[in-house]
Nanobody
């Protein structure tokens, strides 16, 4: 049973930073892609950032230059470093791991950007 556990969310002021962590119960290299998605109230869940097994990264246009996805294979953990946060970044952030034709999701962590 694959488990993905997010942590690191919280309340931050505009312009601030947060780092989200996603700890996997198995090797992160067993996934073809790992990524972060977010869902704001009343909106669909959208891709924020992803990293392939080969280390290729992809970002939503709205976060390019502000967010960075990284991984630590020894800790089986994927990170999302978020800087210059804006109120529109407020959402529940979900970790995703894709393996063959299966998607695995974490429980989500709330990020609120507000003064």
């Amino acid at each position: 049973q694959v488990q993905l556990v997010e942590s690191g969310g919280g309340l931050v002021q505009p312009g601030g930073s947060l780092r989200l962590s996603c700890a996997a119960s198995s090797s992160i290299f067993s996934f073809s892609t790992m990524g972060w998605y977010r869902q704001a109230p009343g909106k669909q869940r959208d891709l924020v950032a992803a990293i392939t097994g080969g280390g290729v990264t992809d970002y939503a246009d709205s976060v390019k230059g502000r967010f960075t996805i990284a991984r630590d294979g020894a800790k089986n953990t994927v990170y999302l470093q978020m800087t210059s946060l804006k109120p529109e970044d407020t959402a529940v952030y979900y970790c995703n791991g894709r393996r063959l034709f299966n998607d695995y999701w974490g429980q989500g962590t709330q990020v609120t950007v507000s003064s």
